[in-house]
C-alpha cells in the first residue's frame, strides 16, 4: 500500500503555547484548514473574515492557545477559553489540524498538552462541542474520558479534571521529581516547551 510523503514522512515540528507574536501565524494556520476541517473545527461555515476576527480575538481575550509548529507554520493548534459565566472552573475547548498531518496522532498530543495547560491553570472542567458527523473529534473527546451528550444539534462532551499536584509535596514525590521519572505527575508542570516525537 502506498501513502503520500505526508503520511510517512516524520513530524518534525514541537508543541508550544503560542506567544502573542505568533497571532499571523495562528490566524494564517486557521485560513489554510480546507472546507471540512473548518467546519470541524468552528460547527458550520467560516469565511476568512470571520476566521481573521476569531484569532485576533482569541489573543485580545487572553485565549491559551497551543500550537504544533514546524519551521515558521502553525500547522495544529488547540485552544482553552475560559467560560466564566460558569461557576465551578471550567475551559472550553477545540481543536485543528491541517489536512495532510491528519490521522497522525497529533490531535491526542495537542490533547494532552491542553489538558496539562488547564490543570495547572487551575480548571476542574473542560467542555467540548462537535456537530454529530465530526467522528475524529468524538473519538479524540472519548479517549480523554469525555463524557458525551447531544444537545441541539451537538454533541457536547465533559472532561473532569483532577487538580494538580500540591506545591509543597514531599520532598521526591513533586511534579518535577516525577516528570524526570516520566511519571504521573508530568501534567502538572506549568506551561513550558514539550518537544513531538513520532
Given at each position: 500500500?502506498?501513502?503520500?510523503?505526508?503520511?510517512?514522512?516524520?513530524?518534525?515540528?514541537?508543541?508550544?503555547?503560542?506567544?502573542?507574536?505568533?497571532?499571523?501565524?495562528?490566524?494564517?494556520?486557521?485560513?489554510?484548514?480546507?472546507?471540512?476541517?473548518?467546519?470541524?473545527?468552528?460547527?458550520?461555515?467560516?469565511?476568512?473574515?470571520?476566521?481573521?476576527?476569531?484569532?485576533?480575538?482569541?489573543?485580545?481575550?487572553?485565549?491559551?492557545?497551543?500550537?504544533?509548529?514546524?519551521?515558521?507554520?502553525?500547522?495544529?493548534?488547540a485552544e482553552?477559553?475560559?467560560?466564566?459565566?460558569?461557576?465551578?472552573?471550567?475551559?472550553?475547548?477545540?481543536?485543528?489540524?491541517?489536512?495532510?498531518?491528519?490521522?497522525?496522532?497529533?490531535?491526542?498530543?495537542?490533547?494532552?498538552?491542553?489538558?496539562?495547560?488547564?490543570?495547572?491553570?487551575?480548571?476542574?472542567?473542560?467542555?467540548?462541542?462537535?456537530?454529530?458527523?465530526?467522528?475524529a473529534m468524538?473519538?479524540?473527546?472519548?479517549?480523554?474520558?469525555?463524557?458525551?451528550?447531544?444537545?441541539?444539534?451537538?454533541?457536547?462532551?465533559?472532561?473532569?479534571?483532577?487538580?494538580?499536584?500540591?506545591?509543597?509535596?514531599?520532598?521526591?514525590?513533586?511534579?518535577?521529581?516525577?516528570?524526570?521519572?516520566?511519571?504521573?505527575?508530568l501534567a502538572?508542570?506549568?506551561?513550558?516547551?514539550?518537544?513531538?516525537?513520532?
Open positions: 500500500m502506498h501513502g503520500n510523503a505526508s503520511q510517512i514522512a516524520p513530524l518534525t515540528g514541537h508543541i508550544r503555547q503560542l506567544r502573542p507574536s505568533d497571532l499571523p501565524r495562528f490566524r494564517d494556520h486557521l485560513l489554510r484548514l480546507d472546507t471540512e476541517s473548518r467546519r470541524d473545527r468552528f460547527n458550520g461555515f467560516a469565511d476568512d473574515a470571520f476566521i481573521t476576527g476569531y484569532a485576533e480575538r482569541c489573543f485580545a481575550l487572553g485565549t491559551t492557545v497551543i500550537g504544533y509548529v514546524e519551521g515558521d507554520k502553525v500547522l495544529g493548534a482553552l477559553h475560559e467560560r466564566p459565566e460558569i461557576a465551578e472552573p471550567t475551559g472550553e475547548i477545540a481543536f485543528s489540524v491541517e489536512r495532510e498531518l491528519q490521522h497522525r496522532s497529533l490531535g491526542g498530543r495537542l490533547f494532552e498538552r491542553l489538558i496539562a495547560n488547564a490543570r495547572w491553570l487551575g480548571y476542574t472542567r473542560l467542555l467540548v462541542t462537535t456537530h454529530p458527523q465530526n467522528e468524538k473519538a479524540l473527546a472519548r479517549k480523554f474520558n469525555a463524557a458525551l451528550s447531544f444537545q441541539a444539534g451537538e454533541t457536547v462532551g465533559v472532561i473532569e479534571l483532577d487538580p494538580p499536584a500540591p506545591a509543597f509535596a514531599k520532598v521526591g514525590t513533586g511534579p518535577f521529581v516525577a516528570a524526570r521519572r516520566g511519571g504521573p505527575g502538572a508542570l506549568p506551561p513550558t516547551v514539550a518537544f513531538l516525537h513520532s
